[in-house]
């Protein structure tokens, strides 16, 4: 196998700016040679919920064309729906009403994101309340199942991928459990935060890779330490990027591949192009490695 000529595409997620103007922010990322954006679809950045969305949405679609950058629609607000409660309500929320909420709140992801021309959206199942039943066949499960479903079908019909991410504490928090949901969900796809199978699941994060080449629908290749779910910058964490990296070029992954640094706004100002950097360091180190294990001698390699 030889490297493949094309590079891999970088996006940075929002929630790692919200100290910056959603203006100002694609400007950072444009101007540090990103190729795209992942929206986390916030009070910060792009209120889903604040007047005159679809004139807001058209203008952002221009800015982002304007400014050449390609997008992923992320749908991971904290207090978005819930001022008091992080996350919720969630698809397995034991509340009618509020899945209802967090379902209509997944389509008009998905509606953002087919006006915006984006690669995908990506949503999650939310941490089981105490009680709850979360075995196969249970009470969480079929009503993850359920929304799941009806968020696919949705993105479906307006050209939009649908992407699943495990979460570590969720009720789908590794790629055995995606694969699980998966097999009930046509079309669903899986949005692979490499990071989180250094905490959760029995693959390493460039196996994940690998095992799941057909099925991804995004990636995230944020940096984290062994065994807790800590989002951190390249370098500062357990993660083999070279290998992760490697991975992705060798299946020939042509999405977006973003960072998600959400308790780094703080320093995003540097973090953006630094990040960057370790990055495209890496990917040549990838590259490098994979070259020279082509070119050994066969008893060598």
């Known amino acids: 196998m030889t490297p493949s000529a094309d590079r891999l595409r970088y996006a940075y997620n929002t929630n790692g700016m919200t100290s910056h103007r959603l203006h100002d922010a694609l400007a950072l990322l444009a101007d540090a040679g990103y190729d795209g954006v992942a929206l986390t ?3 910060a950045h792009h ?33 978005l729906l819930d001022p008091r409660h992080k996350h919720e309500p969630t698809l397995i929320t ?6 209802a909420r967090r379902l209509a709140f997944l389509r ?7 006006d915006l021309g984006s690669e995908a959206v990506s949503f999650w199942a939310g941490v089981p309340a105490a009680g709850t039943d ?59 935060d490499t990071g989180h199978c250094l905490v959760a699941g029995d693959l390493t994060p460039d196996r994940a890779v690998v095992r799941h080449a057909g099925d991804l629908g995004a990636v995230a290749v944020e940096d984290m330490p062994r065994g807790r779910h800590e989002h951190r910058a390249p370098g500062e964490g357990d993660m083999d990027l070279p290998a992760v990296l490697g991975a992705l070029r060798a299946v020939r992954y042509g999405g977006l591949v973003s960072l998600e640094l ?36 066969e008893g060598a390699r």
């Open 262 to 297: 959400s308790r780094d706004a703080h320093r995003a100002d540097t973090l953006v192009r630094t990040a960057l950097e370790a990055l495209r360091g890496a990917e040549r180190a990838a590259d490098g490695a994979l070259a020279h294990r082509v070119g050994a001698p």
């Open 108 to 114: 008009l992801c998905v509606d953002i994101a087919a």
């Open 47 to 79: 209120d889903p919920f604040a007047p005159r969305l679809a004139a807001r949405t058209a203008a952002l679609a221009r800015r982002l064309d304007r400014l050449g950058l390609g997008s992923t629609v992320e749908t991971g607000a904290r207090f």
């Open 41 to 43: 679809v916030d009070v």
């Open 134 to 192: 979360t075995s196969p066949g249970g009470t969480a499960w079929n009503h993850l199942v359920a929304g799941v479903r009806a968020v696919t079908e949705h993105a479906a019909e307006r050209g939009v991928t649908a992407a699943f991410e495990p979460e570590p504490g969720m009720l789908v928090e590794d790629c055995a459990g995606w694969s699980r949901l998966a097999a009930l969900v046509p079309g669903l796809r899986l949005a692979l």
């Open 94 to 99: 034991p509340d009618p009403a509020g899945r």
